[in-house]
């Protein structure tokens, strides 16, 4: 899926397209820094915009490496990184005049179609919906006020400890502005089918909420259901039994945890019956507060096994208590092969391992995609799914003044193999069965009445 932002200097868009994509779980593609790019190598190599052949040329011979990582990009020029280079005052100035040039466009747009192939992507510039990518999901025009884009762009200037006049922040914007509307090539303009909405007024988490609603209305339709990949739940006494065998202190510990939820933080549990799974499980749930593990783990009749980032294991007796409640270490960034062996032993045991599928928390009302490490572990261990849908740890502070209340929902138990049954392997086999994982949590959302529905006492 593509999402395009497009809109003038200064209306709000790398940050909005930044959030956005971090919330998504999608690429970002930050085209005014390619035109910053070139501009920089223009203005090093001392080749004007009116310089034609010699324009051509540096064109001919530009390697720009871009590369977009957990919410920062990296940029390099002919080896170098750029990433800091291209915000100076000189190329910010110029490159509205490289910018119009119908050579240099060419080449970009032939670089971000060529960068967009196969990528879940959100693109920001000036031309995306209009002539990059046409076809995009979903195309959004910010705009905002010129005074109050002034503002900001003034304050960031001082933020960054520049001395600015306010009068003189303005004028130049405007000046860009004029030059990116009025080129004759890919002039910013609000792109046909484009959702317009004016920030002036709206903060960031409301903008990049606006985004989001209008993302999850576009997504393209699902590829699998959660019906297709029922666990028939089977009644094996003795299985539960054994599942139950919780140590002594955990189950002591969870019961007194039960209470302090129900009773501090107004938590009601649905569907708990779904809980008594047998055997190896994994429980998935969606993540948008760190009430998240004990309102999840106090639900499910089970012990459990969860992970935590490495770095809550620095403080010595904060890591004695979390390993006594079974937590394993996860180093963020790449794959966490240790960690992810040690679950997968747990669930050979027939243990129970708690399981954030979307990895990091995810603004309220945003469900993202799976990571493919809960299909990964699904598949190697045969361990059923049981999906949990959590509203309202993300105020705790409102469930304990009874102006809200926390709700755990279980979700039926789902299964990898109708999908192995389908002949599908790989990570296609990963991705699928995540999103039959998140469209049974989306199921449970629904089912909630939304993401405060009733929840608001
Ligand atoms: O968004 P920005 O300030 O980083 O953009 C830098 C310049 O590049 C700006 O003058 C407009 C131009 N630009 C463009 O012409 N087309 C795009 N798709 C993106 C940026």
Redesign the pocket.
């Known amino acids: 899926m593509i999402v395009t932002i497009d809109g003038p ?1 200064a209306s709000g ?2 940050t909005t397209a930044r959030a956005v994509a971090l919330a998504l779980g999608f690429d970002y593609l ?7 790019c070139l501009t920089l190598a223009a203005l090093e190599a001392g080749v004007p915009p009116e310089a034609g052949d010699a324009l051509d040329a540096l064109l001919q011979g530009l390697t720009i490496k871009y590369r977009y990582h957990k919410g920062r990009i990296f940029l390099r020029l002919g080896g170098r990184d750029v990433s800091e280079a291209i915000r100076g005052v000189e190329v ?1 100035a110029g ?2 005049a490289y ?2 040039l119908p050579a240099v466009r060419e080449h ?1 747009v032939a670089f971000q179609r060529q960068y967009a192939r196969g990528r879940d992507l959100v693109a ?5 919906g209009s002539v ?1 990518f046409p076809d995009a999901e979903l195309k959004i025009f910010l705009v905002a006020d010129p005074t109050e884009r002034a503002r900001r762009r003034a304050r960031d200037f001082r933020g960054q400890g520049r001395a600015v006049d306010a009068g003189t922040v303005q004028a130049e914007l405007e000046r ?1 502005d004029a ?2 509307s009025g080129r004759d090539h ?1 002039p910013l303009i609000r792109p046909a089918g484009a959702v317009e909405i004016d920030n002036s007024r709206m903060t960031i988490d409301e903008q990049v909420a606006a985004v989001m609603r209008l993302a999850a209305e576009r997504r393209p339709a699902r590829r699998v259901s959660p019906e297709e990949l029922l666990w028939p739940v089977t009644d094996d006494a003795a299985g539960v039994a054994r599942a139950e065998r919780m140590r002594a202190g955990y189950r002591v510990t969870r019961a007194f945890l039960r209470g302090v939820m129900k009773l501090v933080f107004n938590t009601r549990y649905h569907h708990e019956e779904r809980g008594r799974v047998p055997g190896p499980l994994l429980v998935a749930s969606n993540h948008i507060g760190y009430l998240d593990p004990p309102a999840a783990g106090s639900a499910v009749h089970r012990e459990l096994t969860f992970v935590a980032k490495r770095e809550l294991f620095r403080l010595a007796p904060f890591a004695a208590l979390i390993r006594y409640y079974n937590a394993v270490p996860i180093e963020r960034g790449a794959f966490d092969r240790a960690c992810f062996d040690t679950l997968r032993r747990r669930l050979q045991a027939g243990g129970a391992v708690f399981f954030f599928p979307e990895g990091t928390r995810k603004p309220v009302g945003w469900l993202g995609r799976a990571k493919f490490g809960l299909g990964l572990m699904a598949h190697e261990s045969g361990a059923p799914v049981l999906p949990v849908y959590l509203r309202g740890t993300d105020r705790p502070l409102r469930a304990v003044l009874r102006r809200s209340r926390i709700d755990v929902y279980l979700g039926r138990p789902l299964h990898i193999a109708p999908l192995l049954d389908r002949g599908v392997r790989g990570r296609e086999l990963y991705d699928l069965f995540g999103e039959g994982v998140m469209a049974e949590i989306a199921r449970l959302q629904d089912e909630a009445g939304g993401i405060r529905g009733s929840g608001a006492a």
């Open positions: 200097a868009k790398s930050d085209t005014g820094a390619l035109y910053r910010t490159a509205s910018s119009a970009m920001e510039g000036r031309d995306m990059v860009r030059l990116d890919s």
